[in-house]
């Protein structure tokens, strides 16, 4: 027996850029369901990014109360960038009269859920989406298995790919799983959980010569730190003490507080943008669309990104049977993901160091860092970048 589920828009992937495109289209009327192979609890629990943007944090607010960006999340008015144990701080207000909020992911996917829900949201997990089918017709179908392998279709006037970097949906929207531009790097980061106060404020990003290190918070209580290691590097290898010796010796000036470590995990660097955003009826965005570095958070706010452009572009075709807007999706999109996917590589390999790196280009790399943070207009560019660019508004 196959469950057949008929709607407006099928949206396959609750994570952010699904969650928030399914509450925008229903806050135009626009009915939509939305699903994830993932359980509720495995959503609301798996720790990613950290960082939102100013921008970002404004349209969560369209969530009313269920947003706690503002109560549980805290402004950021500054980053520092520490060169050679030399701490240089980026104040963003002064900068460019913007901030961005530290609120994790999995917070905000809690906020979504609890918001969709509540306004009588079809959600459905534990539905795997396996396929698209008449992606050129007025009738794109998501084909996928339920938990217990029950055979599902959704019927929809639009799909959405909102799926991931390991997206089903791009291989119908660009012809083959992983068709795009792609850009590995030489290193990786260990990233580590630890219950501990911060030690310090504001993030800090440290470029030094055991290369780079990255120490964030969490709360008062939990800190999250990374520092650069070998993308092979195994979780496994490292003795706490070890850990935190690694990490000590990136941050020259600081001394970190340390505690318990609870949760290790080696994060790749990959920079992508699919070749195609959009086919007849079906569209992509978010991870599914581009991933980025982490160096420069920008992932999470990119998709929200993607979003309002792609929900613009949905009321006109569905509301209005205006296709223009979903004509210009993905060059409009495209203008905001490149400039994303520079500040990304930029930042990322301004700060870390290449093991095949010379003398010269270690150098070439000091003086890089010191253009931006001894001149004023190399800050207020990290600064607008870093606090994000405004949405398009239109
Ligand atoms: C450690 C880390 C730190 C980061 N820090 C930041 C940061 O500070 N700021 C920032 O902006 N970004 C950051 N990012 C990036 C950010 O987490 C991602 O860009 C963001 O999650 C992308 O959202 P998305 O909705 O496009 O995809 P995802 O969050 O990946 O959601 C995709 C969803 O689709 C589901 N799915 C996948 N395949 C299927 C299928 N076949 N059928 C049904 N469901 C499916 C998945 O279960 C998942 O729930 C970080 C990422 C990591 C890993």
């Known amino acids: 027996m196959t469950l057949t589920v008929r709607t407006r828009v099928a949206i396959v992937g609750a994570g952010p850029a699904g969650l928030l495109l399914s509450h925008l289209l229903a806050e135009a009327g626009i009915e939509s369901v ?9 959503i609301e629990s ?8 100013q921008g ?6 369209s969530l009313g109360d269920h947003s706690r960006a503002r109560s549980l999340g805290h402004r950021h008015d500054g980053i520092e960038l520490r060169v050679d ?25 809690t906020d979504l859920i609890a918001a969709r829900l509540a306004g009588g949201q079809d959600l459905r997990f534990g539905i795997v989406a396996e396929r698209i089918d008449d992606a050129e017709t007025d009738r794109p179908r998501v084909v996928g298995v339920d938990a217990d392998g029950q055979p599902v279709v959704i019927d929809a006037e639009f799909v959405v790919g909102a799926d991931g970097s390991r997206s089903v949906v791009r291989s119908t929207v660009t012809g083959s799983r992983f068709g795009g531009h792609l850009r590995e790097y030489p290193f ?38 990374y520092f650069q290691c070998d993308p092979e590097t195994d979780t496994a290898a490292y003795s706490e003490a070890q850990l935190w010796d690694e990490l000590q010796k990136r941050v020259p000036g600081t001394t970190l507080e ?10 790749r660097f990959r920079s992508f943008v699919a070749h195609e955003l959009r086919r007849g009826r079906v569209a992509i965005v978010g991870d599914a669309a581009h991933t980025v570095p982490p160096t420069g958070a920008k992932g999470m706010n990119l998709a929200v990104a993607d979003v309002i452009l792609l929900d613009r572009a949905i009321r006109s075709l569905l509301l209005q049977g205006d296709e223009r807007r979903i004509d210009e999706f993905a060059d409009a999109a495209r203008r905001r993901i490149w400039k994303a996917q520079h500040f990304s590589w930029w930042m990322t390999s301004m700060l870390h160091a290449s093991p095949d790196a010379s003398d010269f280009d270690r ?32």
């Open 34 to 42: 939305v699903v994830d192979s993932r359980t509720r609890e495995e």
């Open 46 to 53: 798996t720790i990613r990014a950290g960082i939102l943007e």
């Open 56 to 61: 970002t944090v404004e349209i969560l607010d």
């Open 85 to 109: 144990g030399e701490g240089h701080r980026i104040d963003f207000p002064s900068l460019v009269g913007r901030s961005v909020w530290l609120y994790p992911q999995h917070e905000v996917l």
């Open 188 to 225: 990786a980061w260990f990233g580590i959980l630890t219950e501990a106060p911060p030690s310090a404020d504001e993030l800090i990003y440290s470029n030094s010569p055991d290369g780079f290190a990255l120490i964030s918070q969490r709360s008062a209580t939990v800190q999250r730190m």
């Open 258 to 267: 340390e505690g318990p470590i609870f949760q290790r995990d080696v994060l």
């Open 363 to 394: 150098l070439r790399q000091r003086g890089e860092l010191r253009s931006i943070v001894e001149s004023e207009a190399g800050r207020t560019y990290l600064a607008e970048a870093y606090t994000g660019w405004p949405f398009a508004t239109a």
